[in-house]
């Protein structure tokens, strides 16, 4: 783990991306060693770990152990195709082992990203809803907000039997979605919820605080590229200090979305 850690650092890497993983497809058993007794193959540990992550049949025997499950949870994120980039080295790695069936190596590819911003891997679930009411969407959509949603949003439609209804939407990471899942059914009515994977381009962000006539407040800043291509304030800080200090919302707003703009212009931001 250590030298994996001083690789990436070292190598400058920016985002580790990770391909589809083999699994034993087998249904071997792990043999028992010190300290743990005999566990089916992929071990438990290993299959927690890879949550998020898409992962194919391999050869039997421990092909992926809880170490490398490990690194990938803490470092890397899901790729399922190739990303677009210039490749500029390539590094391999050998086990030990030495199967007849194909070469035991792990093959890493160090490139530049051609892409503008970051690319990532997202899903988004859906389900349609006509017989419930607003404050009960509204709910819904809190109770997907705290199962792990990104993003939470309502489309209206027109369903069966010329009905007016409403698509309930959420944005998500791919190991939310079992949590999601539950949301959905236990926060509406119900009996279906559609599930895909989109790719989302996003800005490096931080958050930083700008002063104030009368506080300070938070803005969250997205950068391309090195530069700042927005900078909005954080409206819950906004209205905090305006009913600290007495003044209208707006006024504070205001003064806030000038300080954001002078983040904007600046050749670099904290």
């Given at each position: 783990?250590?030298?994996?850690?001083?690789?990436?650092?070292?190598?400058?890497?920016?985002?580790?991306?990770?391909?589809?993983?083999?699994?034993?497809?087998?249904?071997?058993?792990?043999?028992?060693?010190?300290?743990?007794?005999?566990?089916?193959?992929?071990?438990?540990?290993?299959?927690?770990?890879?949550?998020?992550?898409?992962?194919?049949?391999?050869?039997?025997?421990?092909?992926?152990?809880?170490?490398?499950?490990?690194?990938?949870?803490?470092?890397?994120?899901?790729?399922?195709?190739?990303?677009?980039?210039?490749?500029?080295?390539?590094?391999?790695?050998?086990?030990?082992?030495?199967?007849?069936?194909?070469?035991?190596?792990?093959?890493?590819?160090?490139?530049?990203s051609e892409t503008a911003?970051?690319?990532?891997?997202?899903?988004?679930?859906?389900?349609?809803?006509?017989?419930?009411?607003?404050?009960?969407?509204?709910?819904?959509?809190?109770?997907?907000?705290?199962?792990?949603?990104?993003?939470?949003?309502?489309?209206?439609?027109?369903?069966?039997?010329?009905?007016?209804?409403?698509?309930?939407?959420?944005?998500?990471?791919?190991?939310?979605?079992?949590?999601?899942?539950d949301a959905f059914?236990?926060?509406?009515?119900?009996?279906?919820?559609?599930?895909?994977?989109?790719?989302?381009?996003?800005?490096?962000?931080?958050?930083?605080?700008?002063?104030?006539?009368?506080?300070?407040?938070?803005?969250?800043?997205?950068?391309?590229?090195?530069?700042?291509?927005?900078?909005?304030?954080?409206?819950?800080?906004?209205?905090?200090?305006?009913?600290?200090?007495?003044?209208?919302?707006?006024?504070?707003?205001?003064?806030?979305?000038?300080?954001?703009?002078?983040?904007?212009?600046?050749?670099?931001?904290?």
């Amino acid at each position: 783990m250590v030298g994996v850690s001083a690789a990436v650092h070292g190598l400058g890497v920016e985002r580790l991306l990770v391909s589809s993983v083999p699994l034993e497809a087998g249904g071997g058993m792990l043999p028992a060693r010190a300290g743990h007794p005999a566990v089916p193959l992929p071990a438990p540990v290993t299959v927690e770990l890879l949550r998020g992550f898409h992962a194919r049949a391999g050869g039997p025997g421990e092909v992926v152990t809880p170490t490398a499950a490990a690194v990938f949870a803490a470092l890397g994120h899901p790729s399922v195709s190739f990303p677009e980039m210039t490749i500029d080295s390539v590094g391999y790695g050998a086990g030990s082992r030495d199967p007849s069936d194909r070469p035991n190596i792990v093959r890493v590819f160090v490139g530049t990203s051609e892409t503008a911003a970051s690319v990532r891997q997202l899903l988004v679930m859906e389900a349609n809803l006509d017989d419930m009411t607003p404050e009960l969407v509204a709910d819904a959509a809190q109770a997907l907000f705290a199962a792990g949603a990104l993003d939470v949003w309502t489309t209206p439609i027109q369903m069966k039997k010329g009905r007016q209804g409403v698509l309930l939407s959420a944005l998500a990471g791919l190991d939310a979605e079992p949590r999601l899942q539950d949301a959905f059914f236990e926060a509406t009515s119900t009996f279906g919820v559609r599930s895909y994977r989109v790719s989302r381009a996003e800005l490096e962000r931080r958050v930083v605080t700008v002063e104030l006539a009368d506080g300070s407040v938070r803005v969250k800043v997205g950068h391309l590229k090195g530069r700042v291509m927005t900078a909005t304030p954080e409206h819950d800080d906004v209205a905090a200090l305006a009913a600290r200090v007495g003044r209208p919302v707006r006024e504070i707003y205001d003064e806030a979305v000038g300080a954001a703009r002078a983040l904007r212009h600046s050749p670099s931001v904290p």
